[in-house]
């Protein structure tokens, strides 16, 4: 649960008719009392009465393009565990931002979007930038979205806005206000204490725990709800109770099981064939947290391997729904697993076989991916945080770079690019005290390159690798499946003559470039003890 205590309601409702409010003063209390006083946004003239007599126990964080704004507000909302307030302009800001509304949305990130909108008298002359169907514009990658029919209704708004987005399963919402709205009166809003789990249904439950208690090769599959749900210590100590192979979902935007640990079996990919061999031998396969499956190619035959039966906890409907196959709970997932930990124990069956240990990296004249990525594990502490969005490096990445804390690994559930730069904006200024890491991929780093910008002026302690291969490599590493040969140039995928410490530079950030594997260790090292915005581009084969 989270929101006032059910005395600050009461003490509250006393004042409600105390003194005359406008839609500005009761919008503002409301954000208070939720804990929404970080607004991400970037400014527009339909929204500039918004801001006026500004408090000062808020907070405006400026991106430089929509998309940008909420990328952040998406890092800051997983991290802090609370929706985000995001602020955009009209029509065309919600277009900019639509890809990461989109990201938002598959990462089930609770976020309050608002946007501005014409005067209401001169809506019916068509004026200039207005949204003609605001509330329309962002479906269907918001969970709600409306534009009040009354200026006195946007307090009520903001809040029932609130409460869908922080309702299983969370997600972005969005409510337009016309520019004449703020200084309309309106009454303060009580919040209200709403649940924000569910408890899975028992009899269902009973269901699965009995089968994990009959089996005898259980392998789970976690996906992000796991970390997302806190719920990382729950699931831990279920896979140790059944002494099962933990493998981490596809495309899974949080890591939610320690990757160094006995169990963990490693990384399903995202194609039928393959999740049915990898997962073949095991008589019980229990998803948690996570689709089973996302697929990411067309592929054929079951969905699982002979002789298994699949369960899983979800708390998104819609995921339960179109399951192939199997035994889905409805539920938060923390909720779930302490519900099925709570059942008696069961006698201990036998270790199952470890991952084989990894190659060593070697350091070549031409750095390669993998030594990069091994020289920043070496020198990065177990409890940074990796922000990540290079996904030709994802499974090199996952050898080399093994991440074994809660909360300490982001990326997006979408496979839409921008996500990350600005991502790891906001969870740094949601968790002030670590060091972040932007693993950031050459082509990636470009649909949001501005979060260089507030990531320098808010001096904050992020270092961002930049990874430049010079190309779109995962295009180009994909394209054998969609029939190109071997030799067969993939078009507008390459990326020569990029200078990354040129563009860093010029928004007030320092950087260096390296390409000498005998400088990296050093360079990282001191990048992440600097305590400042940092880039380092490192130039890979």
Known sequence: MTGPTPEAISALAHQLDASPTTVRDAVIDLMRRFGMTSIFANPGSTELPMFRNFPSDFRYVLGLQEATVVGMADGFAQASRNASFVNLHSAAGVGNAMGN???????????????????????PFDPFLASNQAAELPKPYVKWSIEPARAEDVPQAIARAYYIAMMPPRGPVL??????????????????????????????????????DACERPAFVVGAAVDRDNAWSQVLALAERHNARVFAAPMSGRCSFPEDHRLFAGFLPAMREKIVALLGGHDALFAIGAPAFTYHVEGAGPHIPDGASLFQLTEDPDTAAWTPTGTTALCSIRLGVEDLLARPAIASRPLPQGRAPKALALPSVRLSVAYA???????????????????????????????????????????GLGYGMPAAVGVSLAKPAARVVGLIGDGSSLYSIQALWTAAQLKLPITFVILNNRRYAALQDFAHVFGFSATEVVQGTDLPDLNFPALAAGMGCAARRVSDPAELREVLSQALASGITNLVEIEVA
């Open 175 to 212: 409510v337009s206000v016309p520019v004449d709205d703020w200084d309309q009166p309106a009454k303060l809003i009580a919040p209200r204490v709403v649940s924000t789990e569910i408890r899975p249904q028992p009899s269902v439950l009973a269901l699965i725990g009995d089968a994990l």
């Open 373 to 415: 990525l091994q020289t920043l594990a070496e020198v990065r502490k177990p409890e940074d945080i990796v922000v990540e969005e290079a996904p030709s490096a994802r499974s090199v990445m996952q050898t080399y770079l093994p991440i074994t804390q809660s909360e300490t690994f982001f990326t997006m559930d979408s496979g």
């Open 101 to 123: 509304i989109f990201t938002a949305f598959k990462n089930r990130t609770p976020m309050v979007i608002t946007a501005g909108q014409q005067a209401r008298a001169i809506m």
